[in-house]
């Protein structure tokens, strides 16, 4: 009876356990692989056995210009994406909770971006940006505007990327926000009308502050997203031109395929992974800072 009445109390875990330990496993070991590997110099190309080198591989990361650029890309790539993605996202959001004549259409178009694959989007965005026939380059010279290089030039390169990125994923942070929408009881909007409240007010003080806890879960799946970014840079500049638009997982990826330093590229996904659970517990901090102002 005790050992049936015990099994009766924990049968949750034993059901669980299971898909947790698989879980865990394929987590765990390649991040420990990747750990140990960082600490050898080896060439995937080579026929030498790994040598241990201890931690020189993180010291020549950090004296490399190419990595700090890297970094300072992949910050103010993400960083600005997920601005205006944030921005935009919770003002569309706040447009689809009025009537108006198409919405469900408008709504339906709304979200195709989201849907397609990122290399497809990529390769219609490279025709866009197109220099010499280009429909971006043919809008500004029917305005009477200097066409520009867009993917082709160093300081319009980021910019253009993030342009794409913002298009195609504000429509997820909106159907997040939409969702959190659902949750806010009428009541207090009838109550704050009630009261004289205009409609700016009623988002400043009801909407916003109720919606904090929604608008933070998007911005940390966005925020992951935007960190881990490769698929959409690598179809459309491949880092250039001069590295300007390398992030680090695009030079992780250089220097683990292109290069077969396998010990260098494991030292850099490392401190990248170091980066991305520093970035998801700050922004975990002032989840829940809000939720406990709130």
């Known amino acids: 009876?005790?050992?049936?009445?015990?099994?009766?109390?924990?049968?949750?875990?034993?059901?669980?356990?299971?898909?947790?330990?698989?879980?865990?496993?394929?987590?765990?070991?390649?991040?420990?692989?990747?750990?140990?590997?960082?600490l050898?110099?080896?060439?995937?190309?080579?026929?030498?056995?790994?040598?241990?080198?201890?931690?020189?591989?993180y010291a020549e990361l950090m004296k490399s210009g190419r990595f700090r650029n890297s970094v300072r890309v992949?910050?103010?790539?993400?960083?600005v994406s997920l601005f205006f993605q944030t921005v935009l996202g919770v003002a569309i959001a706040l447009l689809f909770e009025r009537n108006f004549k198409g919405k469900t259409a408008v709504k339906t178009l709304f979200l195709l971006p989201m849907v397609a694959t990122p290399v497809a989007i990529a390769l219609v965005w490279v025709m866009i940006y197109q220099p010499t026939f280009g429909i971006a380059?043919?809008?500004?010279?029917?305005?009477?505007?200097t066409p520009l290089a867009w993917l082709n030039s160093p300081q319009q390169v980021l910019p253009s990327l993030i342009i794409i990125e913002v298009w195609q994923w504000t429509p997820m942070v909106a159907l997040i926000v939409m969702?959190?929408?659902?949750?806010?009881?009428s009541d207090l909007y009838e109550a704050a009308y009630v009261d004289g409240a205009t409609a700016w007010r009623r988002i400043r003080h009801i909407t916003l502050p109720l919606l904090f806890p929604?608008?933070?879960?998007?911005?940390?799946?966005?925020?992951?997203?935007?960190?881990?970014?490769?698929?959409?840079?690598?179809a459309t500049t491949q880092g250039g031109p001069n590295y300007a638009s390398e992030t680090l997982n695009m030079y992780g990826y250089t220097l683990g395929f292109q290069f077969f330093n396998m010990g260098l590229?494991?030292?850099?996904?490392?401190?990248?992974?170091?980066?991305?659970?520093?970035?998801?517990?700050?922004?975990?901090w002032i989840k829940r800072r809000g939720e406990v102002e709130l």
């Open 40 to 57: 050898y110099e080896w060439s995937m190309s080579s026929v030498m056995a790994p040598e241990w080198i201890g931690f020189d591989n």
């Open 214 to 234: 929604t608008i933070m879960v998007a911005v940390m799946f966005r925020l992951v997203d935007l960190l881990k970014q490769i698929d959409l840079i690598y």
């Open 74 to 79: 992949t910050l103010i790539y993400t960083f």
């Open 1 to 38: 009876m005790f050992y049936s009445s015990w099994f009766d109390r924990h049968f949750k875990w034993f059901y669980t356990a299971p898909a947790v330990l698989f879980m865990v496993v394929m987590m765990a070991f390649p991040i420990l692989y990747t750990g140990r590997l960082s």
């Open 265 to 284: 590229a494991s030292a850099m996904i490392i401190l990248f992974f170091i980066l991305v659970l520093a970035m998801v517990a700050i922004v975990n």
């Open 137 to 145: 380059n043919h809008v500004l010279r029917s305005l009477g505007l």
């Open 179 to 185: 969702a959190g929408l659902t949750t806010i009881p």
